[in-house]
């Protein structure tokens, strides 16, 4: 029974640790990083990156959406979220 208990419990907490998360807390977890490697320390590495010249488009995918931030250099200038499309029926 004891072993039960314990892959239930592993099996709920490997859930919660590889949850997608939301648009909300991507924000949260990015607030105050200001440059390149602030960003990277507080989110990790982004899904999506487009690049041109010295401008650059961090895309994070979240549960309910995606947080895109606009690089200049190494200063993180500019935070916008969109909202997930859902098919029509």
């Not at 997608?20 to 924000?27: L, Q, V």
């Not at 507080?42 to 010249?53: E, N, Q, S």
Request: glycine share 6%; aromatic share 6%.
């Amino acid at each position: 029974m004891k072993k039960f208990a314990a892959i239930v419990l592993m099996l709920a907490l490997s859930a919660c640790l590889f949850q997608t998360p939301s648009k909300r807390d991507i924000t949260q977890k990015s607030m105050g990083a200001e440059t390149k490697q602030q960003l990277l320390t507080a989110l990790g590495k982004p899904d999506d990156t487009t690049r041109l010249g010295p401008l650059e488009q961090w895309v994070y995918k979240a549960s309910d959406g995606e947080v895109m931030f606009v690089i200049i250099g190494d200063q993180v200038s500019l935070q916008t979220s969109n909202d997930v499309q859902k098919p029509k029926p």
